[in-house]
């Protein structure tokens, strides 16, 4: 089937922008619309229940898609006919009651789409996704995560409100710390790296990133350092640090795509 058999110019179509436009490149759009929660993701137009990649313990898997058999067991008369859900890394351990509760907000956010769909002009945006603030709450903090600190106050009671609202015993967890707590522990440096294109290894090589419309390209350079096992053991080295900061550095410049790595030649 062609895309020309599914639609045709001046159809209206419910997308999702998940890729924002760089340089002449449009946003990417999918028509596969999903909305995420804290600890589940909402595939309106995908029925069933899958898991997280990350989470990787079978018996914790099965246990989760049991969990999730009975939600829409349970619960189906009030979500989304037809919606199917994905276990997020952070629903291991919760409750049916917990993943319910964060299933049900995510079907209330769905109706108000579909409710504006019907008296939207189009073409119009129908929902954005939560600010920073409340996206780093959503999506950072979990169990595991001890205190989260922000200098600013507006910014805390922003926080605040989201936890009481979605995850209330986080809220406590919330301190206000003096300004400047970024430089304090030097992440105004590591921000400011991200726009270089170059990024030291520790051995004294280096990396250096460059991105296209196309791709990204990383180059791999040993510079002066030399491994006294001879230049076999320089390249293991040089390689084995460059990928562990590759990976690193791909997380923190939200790096997406093709991603073209040039090793040094073993």
């Known amino acids: 089937t062609g895309i020309s058999d599914c639609v ?105 789409i579909e409710e504006r769909r019907r008296t939207a002009r189009m073409p119009s945006t129908l929902y954005r996704d939560l600010g920073p603030i409340e996206r780093a709450m959503r999506d950072v903090v979990r169990g595991e995560v001890g205190r989260v600190l922000i200098d600013d106050a507006l910014a805390a009671d922003a926080a605040r409100a989201y936890c009481r609202k979605a995850m209330p015993g986080a809220e406590e967890r919330i301190a206000v710390a003096a300004r400047g707590l970024f430089e304090r522990h030097g992440l105004e440096e590591e921000i400011a790296s991200l726009s270089q294109p170059r990024v030291a290894l520790p051995c004294g090589g280096w990396i250096t990133i460059e991105t296209t419309e196309a791709l990204t390209a990383v180059d791999v350079n040993s510079g002066s350092f030399v491994q006294s096992g001879g230049l076999e053991e320089t390249s293991l080295a040089v390689n084995l640090e460059a990928a562990a900061e590759i990976g690193r550095q791909i997380r923190l410049r939200g790096i997406g795509g093709l991603i073209v790595v040039d090793f040094i030649h073993l």
């Open 8 to 112: 045709r110019e001046g159809d209206a179509l419910l997308v999702q922008v998940i890729k924002d436009p760089i340089g002449d490149k449009g946003a990417r759009l999918s028509a596969g619309v999903t909305l995420p929660g804290r600890l589940v993701v909402m595939t309106p137009g995908q029925a069933g229940i899958a898991v997280s990649r990350r989470i990787e313990d079978e018996a914790q898997r099965l246990a989760l898609t049991d969990l999730g058999e009975r939600l829409l067991g349970e619960k189906n008369g009030a979500l989304v006919p037809g919606a199917g859900f994905i276990f997020r890394t952070a629903a291991q351990g919760a409750s049916l009651a917990e993943l319910a509760q964060d299933a049900q907000t995510l079907t209330e956010i769905w109706h108000g």
